[in-house]
């Protein structure tokens, strides 16, 4: 049904903020027969055109970077101390292993207080960041003739089928990216209009690459590509869970950097209506996607919206998706990349 070496793959190589460069070797690599151009801006976004019938322009972003780390400090003992590229809860970190990327990758593993030396006031402390370091077995002397300050740091974890789900590190945004090379080789036919796929960096971090793209493109239809909360586990309610496993890709509505066209969300349910593709309706109340980026970095705006994947423990290294939604995303994406010249698209 999809391709999981693919994304064990694109999941399991490390490409912190900033930093892509593995990542993008291997989306090249599975590209570079398929599209008609290829551009890398001077970011490190990935810019691949398929040229389309007409002169109009769609955009699509699926961003290639994974929360991670960066190093800050390695103190006398060979303990090293790291900042944050991305959002993280600093509880998931505990008894996790790491990379730390230098002039080779060295293995690491999150360290903290023991809870054997924990008072009853340690006890009740929510952990942070700057409760853990990262223990390598190395002393200083021989760590830095490896790494740095500086070194990018990523996490350790290996891509496992578990029943109809996928499980593994850096879901978010691989997942996509997955998406968005397989809807590229799956499109046989020219479409409508000239439509770059563009694998951004950067946006754990700000949708940066994404918003330099978009600049550069100036694309009149937009989407973005991305995962998204699938809190459908105990504990949640119905009107708290966004999205969940099983229930098809999501459309998205909202999130807290866009508010998607009206227009496309209309559209979108409509070519899945017709396509006979399992959707669910997205509202994610915190978090923002590069389909910010696509819709209003460019003069005048695009008309965008984004398909979305029902994703549950985001932002973890257990995060999982349900392959039916991983298949339905790509179906979704390149039915409504290929009608997009059949809808009306005037303000009604």
């Known amino acids: 049904m ?11 190589v490390a490409g912190a903020p900033g930093h892509e460069n593995r990542v993008r070797e291997v989306v090249l690599r599975e590209i570079k027969s398929i599209v008609d151009d290829i551009n890398i801006d001077n970011m490190g976004n990935i810019i691949a055109l398929k040229k389309g019938i007409n002169d109009k322009k769609v955009m699509i972003a699926a961003h290639m970077d994974e929360i991670g780390f960066i190093v800050t400090h390695i103190d006398d003992k060979g303990f090293v101390y790291f900042h944050t590229l991305g959002g993280f809860d600093p509880k998931t970190l505990t008894a996790q292993r790491v990379i730390i990327h230098g002039k080779e990758d060295v293995i690491g593993v999150m360290g903290s ?7 009853a006031a340690d006890r009740l402390k929510v952990p942070t960041i ?42 978010d945004n691989r997942v996509s990216v997955f998406i968005l090379i397989e809807m590229l080789k799956e499109m046989k036919e020219k479409p409508p209009y000239d439509t770059y796929a563009v694998f951004t960096v950067q946006e754990e971090i700000g949708i940066r690459g994404a918003n ?7 694309p009149d ?18 009107q708290e869970q966004v999205s969940a496993l099983g229930e098809g890709a999501c459309i998205k509505i909202m999130d807290s950097s866009t508010v998607c066209d009206y227009r496309m969300v209309s559209y979108m349910k409509e070519i899945s209506k017709k396509h006979k593709i399992k959707t669910q309706l997205e509202i994610l109340p915190a978090g923002g996607t590069d389909t910010s980026g696509v819709q209003r970095m460019n003069p005048g705006g695009a008309i965008s919206g984004a398909v979305s994947i029902p994703t549950r423990h985001i932002h973890q290294v257990i995060e999982m998706v349900h392959k039916e939604d991983v298949r339905g995303s790509i179906d979704l ?16």
């Open 333 to 348: 994406l390149k039915a409504c990349v290929e009608n997009l010249d059949s809808y009306n698209w005037k303000f009604v």
């Open 113 to 119: 207080k023991p809870i054997h030396l924990m008072n």
């Open 130 to 171: 700057k409760d853990f370091f990262i223990d390598t077995g190395l002393s200083k002397s021989q760590l830095e003739k490896i790494i740095e300050v500086g070194s990018t740091i990523t996490r350790e974890r290996k891509l496992i089928e578990m029943g109809d789900c996928i499980n593994c590190k850096s879901l």
């Open 221 to 238: 239809f937009g989407f973005g590509l991305d995962t998204t909360i699938a809190w459908d586990t105990p504990g949640s309610t119905k």
């Open 212 to 218: 330099v793209s978009s600049m550069l493109i100036n």
């Open 2 to 12: 999809i391709n999981t070496k693919l994304l064990a793959e694109l999941c399991e």
